[in-house]
Nanobody
């Protein structure tokens, strides 16, 4: 089994910064893409940023220039550096990873979510 554990959420003022982390553990052979999604109250979950195993990235238009996704493959960890935060960034942020397990099965896994609140 594979687990994703997120950390780093919290309350921040507009214009502030936060860094989210997500560590994958368990029976892992390799990890393909890793990404961050978010879901605000009353809205659908949306992609924030994604990074491939070789470091190619893609961002939602709403966060381009403000958020940076990165990963440490030796730690099976993905990060999301969030700068210039806005109230509309308030949401529960979820980590996602496409994992090849130790039994060479492919699957998508999700973290439990971490709350990010941007408010003065």
């Amino acid at each position: 089994q594979v687990q994703l554990v997120e950390s780093g959420g919290g309350l921040v003022q507009p214009g502030g910064s936060l860094r989210l982390s997500c560590a994958a553990s368990g029976s892992i052979f390799s990890i393909n893409a890793m990404g961050w999604y978010r879901q605000a109250p009353g809205k659908q979950r949306e992609l924030v940023a994604i990074i491939t195993s070789v470091g190619s990235t893609n961002y939602a238009d709403s966060v381009k220039g403000r958020f940076t996704i990165s990963r440490a493959n030796d730690k099976n960890t993905v990060y999301l550096q969030m700068n210039s935060l806005k109230p509309e960034d308030t949401a529960v942020y979820y980590c996602n990873a496409n994992v090849i397990s130790g039994r060479l099965h492919s699957g998508d896994y999700w973290g439990q979510g971490t709350q990010v609140t941007v408010s003065s």
